[in-house]
């Protein structure tokens, strides 16, 4: 199993500004992923971190918004970027932990109030 | 159409019940099919995958129907450490394709 950690784990943000996420797992992976999860509502893609190029961002996410850095095959970051109400949400990062990738670890999430 | 769809519930049942959330699925080209727990304000973790025939662990049934593009989750003989929210969640195309979440359907088992 992969053992992901989040932080920060909760945050209260001011509105217009911006939050970074960071993201470490305990074994190297070649894909990470970046959910949203807002009150109520099913895990969204944000999207995929890929060591060494660019992110790749679902429908109705850009990458102005959410940058996303993956330096290293154990770490990644996302920013939430100016930031509003509607941004009020859980985000996770993910990793599959096996090449089946049946199996999907989840950290345990960042919780985000803006106010 | 969402990609995925549940009874969002909330199920309330008493200690030793049993009961059955459904789910369906939109995209006919989905290949993979998972049932995830999410404790009240933690992560989502894998429950169990759903293999054609349907399969079994412990209390826990799930089956699968391509034709109707339909996956059930039963439990049985219900504890109250079941009580969390169940997350169906449906993988398309290939071993690494995109994951789709249902919005889950929450459970609450009483003494």
């Known amino acids: 199993s992969a053992v992901i950690s989040q932080k920060p784990s909760r945050d209260i943000c001011q509105r217009g500004t911006s939050l970074t996420i960071q993201c470490q797992v305990d074994s190297q992976v070649t894909m990470m992923f970046w959910y949203r999860q807002q009150p109520g509502q099913s895990l969204t893609l944000i999207a995929t971190a890929n060591q060494g190029s660019e992110a790749t961002y679902e429908s109705g996410f850009v990458i102005d918004k959410f940058p996303i850095s993956r330096p290293n095959l154990t770490f990644s970051t996302l920013t939430v970027s100016n930031m509003s109400p509607e941004d009020s949400s859980i985000y996770l990062c993910s990793v599959s932990g096996d090449n089946s990738g049946n199996t999907i670890y989840f950290g345990e999430g960042s919780w985000l109030t803006v106010v | 159409r969402k990609e995925v769809e549940q009874d969002p519930g909330p199920f309330n049942v008493p200690e030793g019940a049993t009961v059955a959330f459904n789910c369906t699925y939109s995209?006919?080209?989905?290949?993979?099919f998972f049932w995830y727990r999410q404790d009240c304000r933690k992560e989502p973790k894998l429950l169990m995958s759903?293999?054609?025939s349907g399969n079994e662990d412990g209390r826990f049934t799930a089956q699968l129907n391509r034709a109707s593009q339909y996956i059930s989750l039963l439990i049985r003989d219900s504890k109250l450490s079941d009580s969390a929210t169940y997350l169906c969640v449906v993988r398309r195309g290939s071993t690494l394709g995109r994951l789709y979440f249902g919005r889950g359907t929450q459970l609450t088992v009483w003494p």
């Open positions: 995209n006919s080209a989905s290949q993979s």
């Open positions: 759903v293999y054609s």
